[in-house]
């Protein structure tokens, strides 16, 4: 079953960069506390990490097993790559923040009201897209505008700052 996973994962790989050249590139976000990023398609394989609810992915590739279960090949924000399964994730962004520490606002504008601040890593459903900002849910259910470039949504160019 490994030496299958890993077929699978070198043939996306070659594939990939063609993907994101085409500007072809997939996103999702997890849906679901209990998801896990594991080191193959199969719940037999080890969990890698478990993700944030939201925390939003690259997708590499697709994979059916024998029981005919959808599973993604994924990246994070940071380019780590493993398998996550269908049920407990939605093809609908996310964004994580990429920046130290961000200013959420009530409006998409740099001079709103900022309503709370949020620090790296913390994640956000995507409710709507203006004008480089995103309107954004948190965990807790809490709403408001976040800039395009302080958080990497699995479908933007994944960021090199260090904050």
Known sequence: MKRIAVVIL?????FVSTAEAAGKTKQLMVNDKRAKVRS?????????????????????A???DENSRLWYIVRDVEGDIGWIY??????????????????IRAKGSSKAKVVYRAPKNYTFKVL????GWYKVEDPDGDKGWVRKQDVWTGRTARSKKKS
């Open 128 to 131: 709507q897209e203006s004008k």
């Open 62 to 64: 697709e994979y059916k």
């Open 40 to 60: 193959g398609p199969a719940t037999a394989y080890s969990i890698l990490w478990k993700p944030r609810i939201y925390t939003p992915f690259e997708i590499l």
């Open 10 to 14: 070198f043939v996306v790989l070659a």
């Open 86 to 103: 269908n049920a407990t994730v939605i093809k609908k962004p996310g964004a994580i923040v990429i920046v130290k520490m961000v200013d």
